[in-house]
């Protein structure tokens, strides 16, 4: 089989990246692991993904926006983030913007989904579902995969979009800072007595990391980081429990709370490949940067940087270039490396702050979240960054 562009992974990136390329001419073969059912009817995964409004524009272009259910959309009108025993919350809000939300929460199943349907209908697309891939390889004539039942697919470019665990970026030989951080990050969506009006915390509470993130109607996602083996107790209690549980460590803030649907543990591991791209090869989506979850900005980046990649293919397609050639991939790797790299470590410095328990960094971030309240231009910056279109 021959194609233009062989992507390996039909997560959300892999999928945004191949919708970007329509009407281009380009061929696309995507290769992904998981049967086809599960691709097209996604299951629940407990995460809700907060959207910048710059990604909701980019859903929007893709065709894919229009296909989520109204109802699985719920706007994030404010932000506050809370420091231990402290009573002072760092806020953000849409300030003179004329929005009405500083972004949207999403259900990852539903994202995965609308960018899934009719993918198999766009005529430059060919999907291989349950397809185990058993190498690949580039030289700068071509990339190449085998797959697992011998059939061999040559292409001028290949993506990995396999994953922050990404088989294609060993197989090519790239290295990845790996950080195992040894905790859970437990999500479920819990329903609670009192109101939430939107407002997302963030509470970097002793020994613990909470989250509720505002969903519509009397619902929130409870989002609890924890050593490994204390996420596990919770998995394990029942749901009566399990609810008493979460509304006494949010301080009852929200009331009672009842768990709504199933929970999900995610063991928290970032990945910074040193590389973004190989000869005739690139990363994209998770397989390029794992981000830390807890600043939203994973699936945000995935997005922004498949849009970059696919960007300078069309570019190249239209100039009648090298789609897969040097100038493409390096144009690709130093913008999104220069997008991604602040967003990393700044997420990786700010965990690391705000879960040290030493006395001089709980100084620290009391200080650094009363400067930051104090300085319009921070928080200014952080709305920017969620807000930009
Ligand atoms: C708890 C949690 C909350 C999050 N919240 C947010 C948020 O609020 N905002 C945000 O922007 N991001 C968030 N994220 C991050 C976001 O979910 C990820 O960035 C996003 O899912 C990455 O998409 P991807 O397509 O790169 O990878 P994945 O979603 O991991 O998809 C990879 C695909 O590749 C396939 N695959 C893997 N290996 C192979 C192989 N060898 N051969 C073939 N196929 C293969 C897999 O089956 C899968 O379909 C969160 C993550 C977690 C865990």
């Known amino acids: ?29 995507i290769v992904e692991r998981q049967p086809r059912a599960a691709l097209a009817d996604p299951a629940y995964d407990g995460r809700e993904i907060a959207l910048t409004h710059k990604s909701v524009e980019t859903l929007r272009r893709l065709g894919v926006w229009d296909r989520i259910p109204a109802a699985d959309i719920a706007p994030l009108r404010e932000a506050r983030v809370l420091n231990g025993h402290s009573h002072f919350a760092l806020g953000f809000d849409v300030g003179r913007t004329g929005a009405d939300a500083l972004g949207m929460l999403v259900p990852n199943h539903r994202i995965r989904a609308a960018l899934f349907a009719d993918i198999e209908a766009l ?26 039942d011998g059939r061999e697919i040559t292409a001028r470019l290949l993506v990995g ?30 329903r609670h007595e009192t109101p939430h009006h939107g407002v997302a915390t963030e509470w970097f509470d002793h020994h613990q990391t909470i989250a509720m993130l505002p969903l519509n109607g009397d619902c929130s996602s409870a989002v609890v980081t924890l050593p490994m083996e204390q996420a596990e107790r919770l998995m394990a209690l029942d749901e009566a429990a399990f609810g008493a549980e979460i ?43 794992g981000m830390h979850p ?62 040290d328990e030493r006395p001089p960094a709980r100084v620290a971030r009391h200080v650094a979240l009363r400067l930051a309240q104090r300085m319009p231009m921070v928080r200014g910056r952080v709305r920017h960054s969620l807000m930009a279109r």
């Open 161 to 190: 979009a396999d994953s922050r665990f990404s088989w294609v970026r060993d197989q090519l030989g790239i290295p990845a800072e790996m950080n195992r951080l040894g905790k859970g990050m437990l999500v479920a969506r819990m």
């Open 294 to 355: 807890v600043t939203a900005h994973g699936f945000n980046l995935g997005l922004s940087g498949q849009q970059l990649l696919a960007e300078a293919v069309l570019a190249a397609a239209k100039r009648g270039g090298d789609i897969g050639g040097g100038p493409v991939l390096r144009a690709y790797e130093s913008a999104h490396r220069r997008a991604a790299w602040p967003l990393y470590a700044g997420t990786n410095a700010l965990v690391r702050l705000f879960t």
């Open 247 to 289: 509304a006494r460590r949010y301080q009852h803030r929200l009331g009672a709370m009842t768990l709504e649907a199933t929970r999900h543990l995610y063991p928290l591991v970032t990945t910074w490949s040193r590389h973004f791209a190989a000869t005739r090869a690139a990363l994209i989506g998770d397989a390029a940067v």
């Open 123 to 148: 005529p430059h697309v060919t999907l291989l579902a349950d397809t185990p891939v058993a190498s690949v390889a580039t030289d700068r004539r071509s990339a190449r995969a085998v797959l697992a």
């Open 1 to 29: 089989m021959n194609t233009d562009i062989l992507i390996i992974g039909a997560g959300p990136a892999g999928l945004a990246f191949a919708r970007a390329l329509e009407n281009s001419g380009l061929s696309v073969v």
